[in-house]
């Protein structure tokens, strides 16, 4: 049964750091790669960060670029997103994705990230 299970949220003051983890199960965790997204109340979920099946691509959104870090242990079979120098508007639900070309996605149950003074 494959298992996406994110932690690490929670409730920070602006300019804080949180560091999320996915870790995953039922799947062979290095044939796909990785996502971080993240949904604000009343918006679309959008994609936050991506690091490919191995680890030597990453791609962020514009808007975290230079804050926030994803990293992968394929032995833990676990990803992770280093948040730094975090804003209100950071806040959001995070969802961690699987993704391998011609195979369905699979999705975490997600993890709430308040960024308020």
């Known amino acids: 049964q494959v298992q996406l299970v994110e932690s690490g949220g929670g409730l920070v003051q602006p300019g804080g750091s949180l560091r999320l983890s996915c870790a995953a199960s039922?799947?062979?965790?290095?044939?796909?790669?990785m996502s971080w997204y993240r949904q604000a109340p009343g918006k679309e979920r959008e994609l936050v960060a991506q690091?490919?099946?191995?680890?030597?691509?990453?791609n962020y959104a514009d808007s975290v670029k230079g804050r926030f870090t994803i990293s992968r242990d394929n032995g833990k079979n676990t990803v992770y997103l280093q948040m730094n120098s975090l804003k209100v508007e950071d806040t959001g639900v995070y969802y961690c994705?699987?993704?391998?070309?011609?195979?369905?996605?699979?999705w975490g149950q997600g993890t709430q990230v308040t960024v308020s003074s």
């Open positions: 994705k699987a993704s391998r070309p011609l195979r369905n996605d699979y």
């Open positions: 690091i490919s099946s191995i680890g030597g691509s990453t």
């Open positions: 039922g799947f062979t965790f290095t044939n796909y790669a």
